[in-house]
């Protein structure tokens, strides 16, 4: 018998739906001592929360978070909802004794992250950040890699998530939807969107990073603002790229922009080692490319590891060996590992104290930006 852990969803878009997909689906697949059970979801919009609601089995529903916290009957906050109200609602949520779930960017900046992550110590909650690309398998393959000295030394680390959707000049900012091109509501544009989850993956595979020098631009300075309706300058980053090194004295390079034309989701990174280097492609998920110098010199090749078999981090709980998964079941196995953490009494990674790691490199990513200067990034 499974024991009921009753899940408040904040926010019911993209993420929501992901999340919602993710706590509905675990159970089947993995053996777990809890069962996520969608007790309510929120939204300021009744007219919109409700559809959402019904259409994934949420029993109940609320227009304010603050009643949704004040709730006995939650175990579970999963806070969906724009960057610039994390903090609020975790702070709040850990001092309600609630176990928290939120999404990627942590918070606005490094020390709005310092308070969410002294208030769910202090609480002693047990808290995630939803950094799926952890749980793809062939990224958590890699890792393995990685950590079993596969690559030896590492020398190189390269990254870039590329997408095209904002190219448009006639393209609003803030409200629903478009909230992101909003600087108060995102805090920053591609660096906390996209180049977080490169620079968390980075972090997870490499170790941290010491210093960086960035270089960000905005294509377009004024969009007309859906709250507002007047035409406001543009806070946010469109494109970004820095140079880092990493404290293993690896060299990096990152990109990442909204402008490249063609693109809609394109995450990639490459680590070259002595011994071995690894690729990955968020458009080829469920393969990891493998070169190992050590092979003999005739054969000696890329492989490319169909990441489907038994043996495989994750595959064990789906199909037969050869048929892959997708982006979606990143978010299962995340709900499995923090369900599993939970029952043992063990933190599952990211939890807030360590995507601030990454806050405090999106923070120093804009510092050098401004500053057109090498920057030292704070340690967690």
């Given at each position: 018998m499974t024991k009921p852990l009753n899940v408040g969803m904040i926010g019911y878009g993209f993420m929501g739906r992901a999340h919602s997909n993710a706590y509905r689906k675990v159970n089947h697949f993995f053996d777990l001592?809890?069962?996520?059970v969608l007790k309510a979801a929120c939204a300021r919009s009744a007219d919109n929360v409700k559809p959402f609601a019904a259409k994934w089995g949420y029993e109940s529903t609320e227009t304010d978070w603050r009643k949704l916290i004040e709730r006995k009957d939650i175990d579970l906050i999963d806070i969906c909802t724009p960057n610039n109200t994390h903090a609020e609602i975790a702070t709040a949520a850990a001092k309600a004794g609630k176990m928290i779930l939120c999404e990627k960017p942590l918070s606005m900046n490094g020390p709005e992250g310092v308070k969410m992550v002294e208030a769910v110590e202090k609480a002693k909650v047990p808290n995630m950040v939803w950094y799926n690309y952890r749980r793809v398998p062939a990224v958590t393959l890699a890792k393995k890699l990685i950590d079993e000295g596969k690559l030896g030394r590492i020398f190189h680390y390269r990254a870039k998530f590329l997408q095209d959707w904002t190219i448009s000049a006639d393209l609003p900012q803030g409200g629903t939807g478009l909230w992101r091109l909003d600087v108060a509501a995102a805090g920053s544009g591609v660096t906390g969107d996209l180049l977080a989850h490169c620079i968390d993956t980075a972090l997870w595979l490499n170790g941290g990073i010491d210093t960086l020098n960035a270089m960000t631009e905005t294509f377009i300075k004024e969009r007309k603002h859906n709250l507002t309706g007047k035409v406001e300058k543009v806070g946010i980053d469109d494109a970004c790229a820095f140079l880092a090194r990493f404290s293993n004295g690896s060299l990096a390079t990152f990109e990442s922009t909204r402008y490249a034309r063609g693109h809609k989701a394109l995450y990639t990174f490459e680590i070259n080692g002595e011994h071995a280097s690894i690729f990955w492609d968020l458009h080829d998920l469920h393969r990891l490319q493998y070169f190992d110098h050590r092979d003999?010199?005739?054969?000696?090749?890329?492989?490319?590891?169909?990441?489907?078999?038994?043996?495989?981090?994750?595959?064990?709980?789906?199909?037969?060996?050869?048929?892959q998964i997708g982006y979606e079941h990143s978010f299962v196995h995340q709900v499995a590992d923090f369900l599993e953490g939970v029952a043992k009494g063990k933190p599952a990674m990211p939890d807030f104290r360590d995507a601030l790691r990454t806050q405090y490199v999106c923070d120093a990513i804009l510092q050098s930006a401004k500053e057109q200067k090498w920057v030292k990034v704070v340690e967690a």
């Open positions: 001592e809890y069962r996520p003999q010199g005739q054969t000696r090749g890329w492989r490319s590891i169909h990441v489907s078999d038994g043996d495989h981090p994750y595959m064990g709980h789906w199909w037969v060996p050869g048929l």
